[in-house]
């Protein structure tokens, strides 16, 4: 019937493929070969040069954005310590103020002007003024805003540092020498890399910055307390949230194993409280020397650090 629908499936439009492209597409795949498979000592220094580059890659990219960051924070505090600098110094005024007193008084004794009790105090006040203290406050704004300016400076210089030993570490596979030979080296660069604990070096660059944004929001309460009250007692009310927020996020990981918050900070405090708490349990009320403490810290934290991670 005319009209009707029907409910045979419509018939799919078949797309013809030129006769030149498959042929190419067909000899392209004739020419492969299959994977060449790697054994012995060159499939280990392979597989240990492609862990190791993915490994000083993560280091990388993290030392990138601290180094970023650390040249923000620099600029920025920078300007804070251009206002606050000068408040540590004399003020000009005060110092020509007693300049123009002494010459006014020499003046007027050589003629033999005869100078009232109230000018003559004023001028012995000039002239007989203390020398310049600045305030407790000053002191402390300054302090603090030139402690983080320090800090973040160092942690962008360690973060240079870092690059150049990433850099020279991965130059162990050396296409001229044998691969046992490269295998060889980078397992004494790898021990190296261990107990000189470098990878706790690199994890505390982020720990530096962390402090110096800590000192910086010190120092702004401490500039706004002697400026007004009221703002500043917002201010302090916020920032007292976000450093008690920061802490809660560097401790939490002590009280609970399974914490996500692992910072190389928290990880720190985590090291501390379990050498501190192991060796107290351990060897309580003893005095240990350097050497037996050292050792005691090593096996404390080869036997708990992985027990966190673990959990993580």
């Known amino acids: 019937m005319a009209g009707a629908p029907t409910d045979e499936p419509a018939a799919a439009t078949a797309v013809p493929v030129p006769q030149d492209l498959l042929t190419k597409l067909i000899d392209a795949l004739s020419k492969l070969e299959p994977p060449e498979k790697v054994s012995g000592w060159a499939g280990i220094e392979g597989h240990l040069f492609k862990h190791d580059t993915e490994e000083m ?28 600098y000068p408040m540590l110094t004399d003020d000009d005024d005060s110092t020509t103020n007693q300049l123009l007193a002494l010459i ?15 000018i003559n105090s004023t001028l012995t006040s000039l002239i007989n003024a203390q020398s310049f203290s600045p305030p407790t406050s000053v002191r402390a704004i300054n302090i603090l805003f030139f402690l983080s300016l320090v800090l ?16 020279e570490y991965l130059r162990w ?13 980078r397992q004494d660069r790898i021990e190296a890399w261990e107990s000189w604990n470098v990878a706790a ?24 307390w002697t ?23 560097t401790l939490l990981p002590i009280i ?43 096996v404390i934290i080869k036997h708990t650090l992985p027990q966190f991670g673990l959990l993580w």
Not at 71 to 79: D, E, I, N, Q, R
Not at 206 to 214: D, F, G, S
């Open 201 to 224: 070096t690199l994890a505390s660059i982020p720990a530096i910055l962390e402090l110096a944004m800590v000192l910086f929001l010190c120092g702004v309460v401490v500039l706004l």
């Open 227 to 249: 400026l007004d009250n009221i703002v500043a007692i917002i201010i302090t009310i916020f920032a007292a949230l976000f450093l008690i927020a920061a802490a809660m996020f």
């Open 152 to 167: 973040s400076l160092s942690a962008a210089l360690f973060g240079i540092l870092a690059k150049q030993w990433l850099r």
């Open 256 to 298: 609970y194993k399974r914490c996500p918050y692992k910072s190389p900070t928290a990880w720190a405090c985590v090291i501390a409280y379990s050498v501190a708490h192991w060796s107290e349990m351990m060897c309580p009320g003893t005095n240990l020397d350097g050497n037996s403490y050292g050792v005691l810290c090593k």
């Open 57 to 84: 890659e993560y280091y990388g990219k993290d030392i990138d954005t601290l180094l970023v960051f650390a040249g923000l924070f620099s600029a920025f505090l920078t300007a804070f310590v251009v206002q606050t």
């Open 104 to 118: 006014v008084s020499m003046q007027l004794r050589s003629t033999g002007t005869i100078i009232s009790s109230t």
């Open 173 to 185: 596979n050396s296409p001229l020498a044998l691969p046992r030979e490269n295998v060889l080296v």
